[in-house]
């Protein structure tokens, strides 16, 4: 089984930054992709960013609303992704979730990830 724990949301103003981070357990595995979604209320789930997994740290690709602010990494030893968010819109409130996808390459769709976290909520003040 594996367990993703989202952590680093909370309340910031327009234009402010957050980090948030998903901490994988269990039997993770070394190679599989981690993708970062959000539901905003009313909305459906909408694919954020998300990294593969190689040796030389992973691919990675985001949603269009969000390249040039938003950045996805890994820490592999920390079995640990991270979304270091900068330039916050009011648009970007939603749950943001973490999940485990593919392996050795990435998806946008949520069908394609079978383990989620609880998430972890982000609001934007205008």
């Known amino acids: 089984q594996v367990q993703l724990v989202e952590s680093g949301g909370g309340l910031v103003q327009a234009g402010g930054s957050l980090r948030l981070s998903c901490a994988a357990s269990?039997?993770?595995?070394?190679?599989?992709?981690i993708g970062w979604f959000r539901q905003a209320p009313g909305k459906e789930r909408e694919f954020v960013a998300a990294i593969s997994w190689n040796w030389s740290g992973g691919n990675t690709g985001y949603a269009d609303s969000v390249k040039g602010r938003f950045t996805i990494s890994r820490d592999n030893v920390k079995n640990t992704v991270y979304l270091q968010m900068n330039s916050l819109k009011p648009e970007d409130t939603a749950v943001y979730y973490c999940?485990?996808?593919?392996?050795?390459?990435?998806?946008?769709?949520?069908?394609?990830?079978?383990?989620w976290g609880q998430g972890t909520q982000v609001t934007v003040s205008s």
């Open positions: 999940a485990r996808g593919p392996r050795y390459t990435y998806s946008d769709s949520p069908d394609e990830y079978n383990y």
């Open positions: 269990g039997r993770t595995g070394s190679s599989y992709a």
